[in-house]
DNA sequence: AATGTTTTCGGCAACGTTTGCGTAAATTAA
DNA sequence: TTAATTTACGCAAACGTTGCCGAAAACATT
């Protein structure tokens, strides 16, 4: 159907080895000067470009590498894709993004369908879902590169690129203390994610070093990250009818922050004089709001560029890499 | 590094020729029920994943799609993306998303990328600076599967699904109208764009049906399509200072919608008793604005879908393909 | 003029897979 | 028992590319 010319019909069309052929399109030196010429101009013409897939099947490498996220639709992903891309494309490489929409079954066949493709390395977030990373390890252990970022495992010893959750939550439960609110709720994803676990340790910092005390009953996790407007709901909803009822909410993250405010919307009480709202997002709508909402942002496309950078070492590393580090990036608080 | 094993490893395990093992895992008839056994076992256990760089060598196509679409951190692009991919992986493709950022130069960079890879088709959205889609048409004359979705161009014919943008703008304008606006601005994207072009017809024609004059000062358009944040910031100063200031802005796009809400903001102006706004976007934090933003709302998910069903039928097509049809699917106006 | 060196190119194998063809062995038919 | 047929498998080529090895031609050295 789609056709397009080889190294064989050049050689055939100039009467010449395909080898010679390869060899002057590569500008070896043992190719004389005029053959040289003659292959590339009638390559320019016919418009050749190098089959990938023979390409791959030789060089045992795809020049390609696979992505993991939950969701594109979320600003902070999109934008750490942005980065991604940004320094793959200008290495050569492709990236296959994949979405697990929050559900650990399409992160298995997600990262089982790309190491069958035959990526050179996969840059993953994991999912809300996530708490068994048995089919990540299994692909480590085989040699496959995997940098994690965002969210990422305890368990798998390699590179790891994060934002400083644990500062960022810190400060805005700080900023919604310091504007006079007391009793500070949290509502936050899966309990088991890493993001998770820092962001609750940066808010129950701000509650002490503010000598608040802290209410098990306020923090809520949604098993989903947001991506079942049930789960969100109801978790707003027994927030409000506590007796000790929060007069704030620090959302830990993107999705979430959005259900949040559709709930409080629905219920009548989008409004800080009924319940104020500090959030993880990277979205730039927030201040359109009104009131508009304070937010943590994460450096994602620098997340994203950095998570890349790493993994690249990883693939075109001649020696195998056993010492891994942690990359830990600044949050900036928007206040709105 | 990671390896996998083959058929090669197989046979020679197995004590088979690597034809054999091959009949075998594909369960042809001229193999004995016992060896089918032993080679799906031993199969099985090695995990064994057929090579795809090899099959698309051999086959000649790579099952994968190509996707350019301008940013997928447009909600309306991010739905569609969701609709491809609930075809395509059912179907057994990969897909490639690239992002264009509205430039016609990453545009051609990324089909030339994408056609080079040996994708088995494309899906795609032009971007906003695309008015020469010459690159485009030499890839489909030299026939390349290719379905257009969304910004479709008027040159090549091959199959377009798109929303029914004139009745949408109608709506979202003779919503305004109907709210009691008498002077409605309108704000697109470039020009000459389909969807532009589709919105703007709507536009006028609410305007005649209701007996309101047209005013070309009141119609701006914003060549990079919300990209460049200054050219909506013109766009709408521009509208403000007319001396026929406009009351009402039927703005054509998601990030445009965005964009503009922004400058309004900024202007201390985002109040409908300012100026109220109608957009056309996917996207829904609208209602958590205030005042909350109508916008005409396009089944993005099921254009992608559709859009891929189509370029499947090429691409599958025994027989090359002459009849193309152009899909028209409705919009819904989500009156906020 | 004979030998040694370059220069320039072609042949072959290999990457992993499928498939048409060939062919021993096993089975059936005569 | 012999011939015809079926069963079950192997061989080799092909997809597009590169790299190793070999070799003809051109040139340089005695």
Do not use: W
């Amino acid at each position: 159907m789609f056709e397009s010319s080889t190294i064989k019909d050049i050689a055939r069309a100039l009467n010449l080895s395909t080898s010679t052929v390869s060899r002057a399109l590569r500008d070896s030196y043992e190719i004389s000067a005029g053959t040289k010429k003659l292959v590339m101009d009638y390559a320019q013409q016919v418009n050749y470009r190098p089959n990938p897939n023979a390409l791959s099947l030789k060089e045992r490498r795809s020049k390609s590498i696979g992505i993991v996220v939950s969701e594109v639709a979320n600003h902070y992903f999109s934008q750490a894709i942005n980065g991604i891309e940004s320094i793959a494309n200008s290495r050569g490489y492709t990236v296959i993004i994949t979405q697990t929409h929050e559900s650990v079954e399409r992160e298995r066949t997600n990262v089982q369908h790309l190491a069958s493709r035959s990526v050179d390395g996969l840059l993953i977030s994991l999912s809300a879902e996530t708490n068994d990373v048995s089919h990540l390890e299994q692909l480590h252990e085989r040699g496959l590169p995997i940098v994690f970022f965002d969210r990422v495992p305890e368990r798998i010893n390699t590179y790891k690129v994060i934002a400083d959750n644990a500062q960022g939550a810190y400060e805005a439960t700080n900023h919604l203390i310091q504007s006079g609110f007391k009793k500070i709720a949290h509502i936050s994803s899966s309990g088991h994610l890493s993001i998770s676990i820092e962001r609750l340790t940066g808010y129950t910092q701000a509650l002490h070093e503010n000598g608040l005390s802290i209410n098990p009953e306020h923090i809520k996790n949604c098993p989903h990250g947001g991506m079942i407007q049930d789960e969100v709901e109801t978790a707003v909803k027994e927030l409000l009818s506590l007796q000790d009822k929060p007069d704030a909410i620090f959302v830990a993250g993107d999705r979430l922050t959005m259900g949040c405010m559709h709930v409080l919307k629905k219920l009548n009480m989008l409004n800080p004089t009924m319940i104020a709202i500090a959030g993880f997002s990277n979205s730039d709508v927030l201040d359109l709001f009104n009131p508009p909402i304070t937010s943590v942002f994460q450096p994602a496309f620098d997340m994203g560029q950095l998570a890349t950078e790493k993994l690249l070492e990883l693939i075109e590393a001649k020696f195998p890499v056993t010492e891994f580090d942690r990359e830990i990036l600044h949050t900036r608080l928007y206040i709105r």
